[in-house]
């Protein structure tokens, strides 16, 4: 007896194999996005470093200046007091709104990130519902189909045997 049903379960195997390879996949991207959006946040955290760092350069490059003037303006000495108190209070003002702004970011990036990790995670779960119900919809239609197969090969067996018996019988009615 010839096995008919071969390809149709190869073919459905291949089908589930691409379904949740696909499945995989999609997988796959969200967790790379998530990577990515973590590393954004580092990037935040690194930007914000870099920036204060240069802003206590500029300050400390000010103060450098007024040194030199004190130091070889004659007359200058102490007059500068006034003046290097305001830079400090501006510069000190400019580092706390630095950090605020910072912060706020920063929470608000990663309260974004946990929506959307949310929201990605129950996507993930009603993907996984619905694949689930696909493959046993699959599964069922695989078996119908084999089935459906096997009773076509049994009648066409059946009826090769018929027509080799009518065969027969015309051969020796002749």
């Known amino acids: ?12 195997e291949l089908q589930r194999q691409t379904i949740e390879q696909g499945t995989e996949a999609f997988h796959r991207t969200v967790e790379m996005q998530q990577r990515m959006s ?3 946040v580092d990037g935040i955290e690194s930007s914000e470093s870099a920036q204060r760092q240069l802003v ?9 200046t007024m040194d030199a003037v004190e130091a070889n303006v004659p007359g200058v ?11 400090d209070e501006q510069f000190e003002l400019l580092l706390e709104n630095h950090a605020e702004a910072f912060d ?6 990663e309260e974004g990130l946990t929506t959307y990790d949310e929201m990605s995670g129950d ?3 009603a993907l996984e519902e619905q694949v ?3 493959l046993e919809a699959h599964e069922e239609l ?32 002749v």
């Open 56 to 64: 206590e350069l500029q300050h400390d490059a000010i103060h450098q």
């Open 77 to 87: 000495e102490g007059n500068l007091d006034d003046i290097r108190a305001a830079v």
């Open 123 to 125: 996507a993930l779960d």
């Open 142 to 173: 695989e078996t119908q189909s084999v089935e459906a197969v096997d009773q076509l090969a049994e009648q066409v067996e059946e009826m090769q045997s018929q027509m080799q018996d009518v065969s027969e019988q015309t051969v020796e009615a």
């Open 104 to 109: 706020t970011l920063a929470t608000e990036v």
């Open 38 to 40: 973590n590393a954004m």
């Open 1 to 12: 007896m010839v096995d008919y049903t071969a390809p149709v379960t190869t073919t459905f």
């Open 132 to 134: 689930d119900l696909l």
